[in-house]
């Protein structure tokens, strides 16, 4: 929802917040393309956030995120979130009458 209407100036959080008009749609474009998005002190210095998406019957649904300090192994952690992304089950819709 926050992608689909885009303030007119990107808010600046620290020094690490990718802030550059059109910059947001390639990195889209990178976190397609590896099934994970990691923020590396984008929005607070000292934290890393690591993010998979959950998939069920129609797509994707939902994202699965953890946020940990920086100097935390991120190919631990990514693979333990891609591991329990999978692991999350959508609810399933009740019949349409």
């Given at each position: 929802?926050?992608?689909?209407?885009?303030?007119?100036?990107?808010?600046?959080?620290?020094?690490?917040?990718?802030?550059?008009?059109?910059?947001?749609?390639?990195?889209?474009?990178?976190?397609?393309?590896?099934?994970?998005a990691v923020c590396a002190?984008?929005?607070?210095?000292?934290?890393?956030?690591v993010a998979a998406p959950?998939?069920?019957?129609?797509?994707?649904?939902?994202?699965?995120?953890?946020?940990?300090?920086?100097?935390?192994?991120?190919?631990?952690?990514a693979a333990a979130v891609?591991?329990?992304?999978?692991?999350?089950?959508?609810?399933?819709?009740?019949?349409?009458?």
């Amino acid at each position: 929802m926050l992608l689909a209407a885009p303030p007119a100036e990107l808010p600046r959080h620290t020094r690490h917040t990718v802030v550059v008009p059109g910059a947001p749609a390639g990195r889209l474009a990178r976190v397609r393309a590896a099934g994970l998005a990691v923020c590396a002190e984008e929005f607070r210095l000292g934290e890393v956030t690591v993010a998979a998406p959950v998939r069920g019957p129609a797509g994707t649904v939902a994202a699965l995120g953890v946020t940990v300090p920086t100097g935390v192994p991120l190919d631990r952690v990514a693979a333990a979130v891609r591991a329990a992304a999978t692991r999350v089950r959508p609810p399933v819709p009740p019949p349409s009458p």
